[in-house]
C-alpha cells in the first residue's frame, strides 16, 4: 500500500484566518476599557473565542496563526507596559503561557467538531443515495430506470468520470469493490482519511439471489476518495440493482 502526501485541510481556511486574526484584534481594542476592572486571566479566557471559530471554520493552520495572534494582542493590549511586547510581571507571563496552550487546545476541538459536522452530513448524503435506488427499485419501476439510478448515484458517491453496467462476466484485469467494501486486486494509495479509488476502471460484481448479471464499472478520476462507509453504501447500491434484477428474471 503506498501512501500517498498529506494533503491540505479542507474548508475555509483563509476565512478562518481573518476571523481567528481580525476578531482577536477587535476584542482586544473592545476590552480595554474592562482591563482596570477585570484580571487578566479573563481577558485571556475571551481571547480563546476568536481561536475557537477560526479552528472550526479553516482548520488547523489558521486556529494555530490565530491562537499566536490573541498570545500576542493579549501581551500588547493587557500586560504591562501597556502597548509594548515587553512583560514586566512573571505572572503574566505564565498568563501568556497558558492562553497559548488553551487556545491551542481550543483550535484543535473546533476543527474536531467542523469535521464532525461534515462527516455527519456526509453520511445522511451517501445514505440518501441508496435510498433513492431502494425507492425506485420498490415503486416497480422500468428495470433501466433502476439501473440508471444506480449509476447516476454510484458517480455522485465517489465523483465518477463515468459508471457503466456491463452483462459481460468479471474480468480479472480489472480491480473489484468485494462485498465487504475492500478494494481488491491492486496496490491502494491511501490519504490521510481514505483510500482512493484506482482510476482505469474498478468493477463491482452485481449478484441477486445467487445469480450474477454482471458488472458495474467505476471509472474514477486520479484522485477520488472512497471511504469505507462510501465502498459499503456502493456494494449495497449493486446489491439492491441484483436483487431487482432477479426479482424481474423471477417475473
Same mark, same amino acid.
Given at each position: 500500500?503506498?501512501?500517498?502526501?498529506?494533503?491540505?485541510?479542507?474548508? @475555509? !481556511?483563509? &476565512? $478562518?484566518?481573518?476571523?481567528?486574526?481580525? %476578531?482577536?484584534? /477587535?476584542?482586544?481594542?473592545?476590552?480595554?476599557?474592562? #482591563?482596570?476592572?477585570?484580571?487578566?486571566?479573563?481577558?485571556?479566557?475571551?481571547?480563546?473565542?476568536?481561536?475557537?471559530?477560526?479552528?472550526?471554520?479553516?482548520?488547523?493552520?489558521?486556529?494555530?496563526?490565530?491562537?499566536?495572534?490573541?498570545?500576542?494582542?493579549?501581551?500588547?493590549?493587557?500586560?504591562?507596559?501597556?502597548?509594548?511586547?515587553?512583560?514586566?510581571?512573571?505572572?503574566?507571563?505564565?498568563?501568556?503561557?497558558?492562553?497559548?496552550?488553551?487556545?491551542?487546545? @481550543? !483550535?484543535? &476541538? $473546533?476543527?474536531?467538531?467542523?469535521?464532525? %459536522?461534515?462527516? /455527519?452530513?456526509?453520511?445522511?448524503?451517501?445514505?440518501? #443515495?441508496?435510498?433513492?435506488?431502494?425507492?425506485?427499485?420498490?415503486?416497480?419501476?422500468?428495470?433501466?430506470?433502476?439501473?440508471?439510478?444506480?449509476?447516476?448515484?454510484?458517480?455522485?458517491?465517489?465523483?465518477?468520470?463515468?459508471?457503466?453496467?456491463?452483462?459481460?462476466?468479471?474480468?480479472?484485469?480489472?480491480?473489484?469493490?468485494?462485498?465487504?467494501?475492500?478494494?481488491?486486486?491492486?496496490?491502494?494509495?491511501?490519504?490521510?482519511?481514505?483510500?482512493?479509488?484506482?482510476?482505469?476502471?474498478?468493477?463491482?460484481?452485481?449478484?441477486?439471489?445467487?445469480?450474477?448479471?454482471?458488472?458495474?464499472?467505476?471509472?474514477?478520476?486520479?484522485?477520488?476518495?472512497?471511504?469505507?462507509?462510501?465502498?459499503?453504501?456502493?456494494?449495497?447500491?449493486?446489491?439492491?440493482?441484483?436483487?431487482?434484477?432477479?426479482?424481474?428474471?423471477?417475473?
Amino acid at each position: 500500500m503506498r501512501r500517498r502526501p498529506r494533503e491540505p485541510e479542507d474548508g @475555509s !481556511a483563509f &476565512i $478562518g484566518l481573518a476571523v481567528g486574526v481580525l %476578531g482577536a484584534l /477587535a476584542l482586544s481594542v473592545a476590552m480595554i476599557p474592562l #482591563r482596570s476592572h477585570l484580571h487578566n486571566d479573563n481577558m485571556a479566557l475571551a481571547l480563546v473565542l476568536p481561536v475557537l471559530i477560526a479552528g472550526v471554520l479553516g482548520g488547523r493552520w489558521p486556529g494555530a496563526i490565530s491562537a499566536i495572534t490573541a498570545a500576542l494582542c493579549f501581551d500588547f493590549f493587557f500586560t504591562q507596559p501597556y502597548q509594548s511586547l515587553r512583560i514586566s510581571s512573571g505572572n503574566d507571563v505564565a498568563s501568556i503561557v497558558v492562553l497559548l496552550i488553551v487556545a491551542f487546545i @481550543s !483550535a484543535e &476541538i $473546533g476543527i474536531r467538531a467542523r469535521r464532525g %459536522g461534515h462527516s /455527519a452530513r456526509e453520511s445522511r448524503s451517501d445514505l440518501d #443515495r441508496l435510498y433513492r435506488v431502494i425507492e425506485i427499485a420498490a415503486r416497480g419501476g422500468d428495470i433501466d430506470d433502476v439501473i440508471m439510478s444506480a449509476r447516476a448515484e454510484l458517480i455522485g458517491l465517489f465523483g465518477l468520470a463515468d459508471c457503466a453496467f456491463d452483462v459481460s462476466p468479471s474480468d480479472a484485469s480489472l480491480p473489484r469493490l468485494g462485498i465487504r467494501g475492500a478494494i481488491e486486486g491492486v496496490q491502494l494509495v491511501a490519504t490521510h482519511t481514505d483510500f482512493l479509488l484506482p482510476p482505469g476502471g474498478v468493477e463491482l460484481p452485481v449478484v441477486g439471489r445467487g445469480h450474477a448479471f454482471g458488472r458495474l464499472v467505476l471509472f474514477a478520476p486520479e484522485s477520488a476518495p472512497a471511504s469505507l462507509q462510501k465502498r459499503l453504501v456502493a456494494v449495497a447500491i449493486a446489491d439492491e440493482l441484483g436483487i431487482t434484477l432477479a426479482t424481474a428474471d423471477a417475473n
